[in-house]
């Protein structure tokens, strides 16, 4: 393949991907909003359009057009590059996650997937994690003792579980031999999921658990209490910087939700039969029914739990899923990595 | 334990080198072009937004928030030791997961060598675990 189309098909891949990924992200809000609203006995929006669909684009002119302050006394330039920073990170996660085999169109055989790099576990690992300096800054630019507090919080409760999440992933390495998430996708093909195939479900808790706590989601959004912190982290901005945190959010919530499909539930594993085109499209809507479970289930507990206290999160962190991601580590590698 | 550090990070290149589907720097070109169009995203909607949004502010509008009272004294003060304390720990365990990575990878291949190695490696760690939860570190009080 000529260098100039193969630019040009990863252009193409990136614009499609950029616009499903966003528009994933404002729909998602909706269904959140639909949910809890039902899951609480309202009806959530209903207004803007037949069923309230078209309540995200609403949301997006709202926030183009409201008034964008910036109070004074902030520290401008990393006031304003922090949602920058944290936006842009939790997008490029997606670039290296893979969503089915490949199609053909004419003679070129395109991957669907923005690039497959053999280290694609690792450069999401780096970003979720330098992820939290748009957090940590925007709190320290604000000058507010919400955000700086909300920061606080979410800088120490993010790199906490940081670590139960990566040595979760151990367990996952150790089976498939592979940084890279095609290959790790390839070695669960034939319903080999490592959620069971390879006994990784107590990883897959603490992944679970790990990654709720990474996206500072219920029950652990700490860092953005409104009982106590008012709006954590994102007090002190308005209209498309504030946007800007929350789709990021969506964002990593979507890339969490990709990833525990890829390593643990076998990708785009699952039956497949047909003409042609549907062994093509079928992975495919098998990721995304898999990916869109992961999203119901962090609605569902948002609906369902109420938040953890301080030292319960930290507790929770270092003395429960620590422990138990090392000991999974030791079973996982006694049995597999001698054996096999 | 230099030694092994060495022997992973050595087996890790071979394995990048090595096997794989298609291991070619331009495999990061795509990616390199991603982070470019992330990054203009949030800059072309701030562009956007700054064209088409009012613009009023007023010394009121302009204060930091805190429940519609003035502030009181500065918004950068002192903060409990437990953050740093976290961030330290943060450091030595992630450093940890850092050299579990490539071991993993080659556990298959490393067999009951590797295992042993890292097995000594992991329990030194846990050791200094067990130290740090016993001292308190861990409390959040």
Known sequence: MPLSQYILIAVVKIAIALFVLLTACAYVVLAERKLIARMQNRWGPTRVGPFGFLQPLADGLKFILKEDLIPSHVYKPLYIAAPMLSLTLALTAIAVIPIGQSVTIGNANIPLQITDVNIALLIILGLTSVGVYGIALAGWASNSKYSLLGSLRASAQMISYELALGLSLIGVLIGAGSFSLREIVNSQAGW???????????????????????T????????????????????????????????????????????????????????????????????????????????????????????????????????????????????????????? | MRLTALYLFASFSDFQQGRGSVQMPENYVPAFIFIAVALAIPVVTLAIAKAVRPDNPFGTKLMPYECGVDPEGSARGRYTVRFYIVAILFVVFDVETIFLFPWAVQA??????????MMVFLAILIVGYIWIWKKGALEWV
């Not at chain 1, 990883?203 to 990474?214: H, I, Q, S, T």
């Not at chain 1, 042609?276 to 992961?294: D, E, H, Q, S, T």
Request: glycine residues 6%; charged residues 15%; contains cysteine.
């Open chain 2, 108 to 117: 298959r291949t490393l067999k009951a060598f590797g295992f042993i190695e």
């Open chain 1, 192 to 214: 080999h999921w490592n959620l069971w195939y390879r006994g990784q479900f107590v990883a897959f808790f603490v992944y679970l658990m790990a990654a709720f706590a990474e």
């Open chain 1, 216 to 340: 500072n989601r219920v029950p652990f959004d700490l860092p953005e209490a409104e009982t106590e912190l008012v709006a954590g982290y994102h007090t002190e901005y308005s209209a498309m910087k504030f946007a800007m945190f929350f789709v990021a959010e969506y964002a990593n919530m979507f890339t969490v939700a990709c990833l525990a499909t890829l390593l643990f539930l076998g990708g785009w594993d699952g039956p497949v039969f047909g003409p042609a085109w549907l062994m093509v499209v079928l992975p495919v809507l098998w990721f995304v029914l898999k990916v869109i479970l992961f999203i119901f289930v962090y609605i569902w507990i948002r609906g369902t739990l109420p938040r953890f206290r301080y030292d319960q999160l930290m507790a929770f962190g270092w003395k429960f899923l620590l422990p138990l991601a090392l000991a999974n580590i030791l079973i996982t590698s006694l049995v597999i990595g001698l054996t096999a």
